[in-house]
């Protein structure tokens, strides 16, 4: 009989994590031990059948200058731009695993990051990067938050086939080069109802953080609100608020608030 496991397999300790039903693999590698350079070994984990299942990959790693480093890949295997509520799951990671207290400044894709985090280590504050300029793309807005955003909005989210409106959106001629994520938002009154379609996962997801933050910022413009705003956001993992300052053409002091669960952890072979 062939034996078809290598004799040298890697086994990999890892943390499963959810913010607001957006899923995560973490894995701590400031030992260097996880060779990251195999996009199919990502791929391969995020796989919600052959896998562990997640919305991506996150290494945390030592940098000499904060307190840890970020690495994001998405669920493609491809590495990610930044990632919000992934950024929130990787600070709760780095208190479990006694990096970090209440507070922290950790280095990501889109540069420095300052969070706060809860004694129980469940809710997470966390500060996303200042925002300047705001396009429209007829009566969408487009925006980068650590990743690049289109904003739009609808009635009847509830009932909207976002997959395909947004797959649609994220693959036209404009966007399909560098792709983008699609939010559809609804006003609620109290609230903003949020769908996100994301590129890497391209699909749907439970929540997606800088997209929750895009619509925040968008619907602020679009209504004329100045002064330090909280917008309180519902989307299908939960409900997240984003708080920030906007003077009328600069968003700044911009926090994405939340929770953030360890799920489970285990060892797999890669």
């Given at each position: 009989m062939l034996n078809h496991t290598p004799s040298n397999q890697q086994h990999t300790h890892f943390y499963k994590y959810?913010?607001?039903?957006?899923?995560?693999?973490?894995?701590d590698n400031r030992s260097l031990d996880f060779q990251y350079k195999d996009n199919n070994i990502v791929l391969q984990l995020c796989d919600r059948r052959f896998g562990i299942g997640s919305?991506?990959?996150?290494?945390?790693?030592?940098?000499?200058?904060y307190d840890f480093e970020m690495l994001y890949f998405n669920a493609d295997g491809n590495i990610g731009s930044m990632c919000g509520n992934g950024g929130r799951c990787?600070?709760?990671?780095?208190?479990?695993?006694?990096?970090?207290?209440?507070?922290?400044?950790?280095?990501?894709?889109?540069?420095?990051?300052?969070?706060?985090?809860?004694a129980e280590g469940n809710w997470v504050e966390l500060q996303m990067i200042d925002v300047k300029d705001i396009a429209n793309d007829g009566s969408a807005y487009v925006l980068n938050t650590g990743s690049p955003h289109y904003v739009n909005q609808v009635a009847d989210l509830e009932d909207m086939?976002?997959?395909t409106?947004?797959?649609?959106?994220?693959?036209?001629?404009?966007?399909?080069?560098?792709g983008i994520n699609v939010n559809f938002v609804e006003d609620k009154g109290d609230h903003l109802f949020v769908?996100?379609?994301?590129?890497?996962?391209?699909?749907?997801?439970?929540?997606?953080?800088?997209?929750?933050?895009?619509?925040?910022?968008?619907?602020?413009?679009?209504?004329?609100?100045?002064?330090?705003?909280?917008?309180?956001?519902?989307?299908?993992?939960?409900?997240?608020?984003?708080?920030?300052?906007?003077?009328?053409?600069?968003?700044?002091?911009?926090?994405?608030?939340?929770?953030?669960?360890?799920?489970?952890?285990?060892?797999?072979?890669?």
């Amino acid at each position: 009989m062939l034996n078809h496991t290598p004799s040298n397999q890697q086994h990999t300790h890892f943390y499963k994590y959810q913010g607001a039903g957006n899923d995560f693999v973490l894995v701590d590698n400031r030992s260097l031990d996880f060779q990251y350079k195999d996009n199919n070994i990502v791929l391969q984990l995020c796989d919600r059948r052959f896998g562990i299942g997640s919305d991506g990959l996150m290494l945390l790693q030592d940098h000499p200058d904060y307190d840890f480093e970020m690495l994001y890949f998405n669920a493609d295997g491809n590495i990610g731009s930044m990632c919000g509520n992934g950024g929130r799951c990787i600070v709760a990671f780095a208190k479990h695993l006694g990096i970090i207290d209440t507070e922290t400044n950790f280095l990501a894709v889109d540069g420095p990051h300052y969070a706060k985090i809860s004694a129980e280590g469940n809710w997470v504050e966390l500060q996303m990067i200042d925002v300047k300029d705001i396009a429209n793309d007829g009566s969408a807005y487009v925006l980068n938050t650590g990743s690049p955003h289109y904003v739009n909005q609808v009635a009847d989210l509830e009932d909207m086939d976002v997959f395909t409106l947004g797959k649609e959106i994220r693959n036209n001629a404009t966007y399909k080069a560098e792709g983008i994520n699609v939010n559809f938002v609804e006003d609620k009154g109290d609230h903003l109802f949020v769908r996100t379609f994301e590129r890497g996962v391209e699909d749907e997801t439970y929540a997606c953080g800088t997209g929750v933050t895009a619509v925040a910022l968008a619907m602020a413009k679009a209504h004329d609100q100045t002064g330090s705003l909280k917008t309180d956001i519902t989307v299908l993992g939960g409900k997240l608020r984003i708080e920030f300052d906007y003077n009328g053409q600069d968003f700044s002091n911009i926090f994405l608030c939340g929770p953030a669960e360890l799920v489970f952890e285990g060892d797999v072979k890669l």
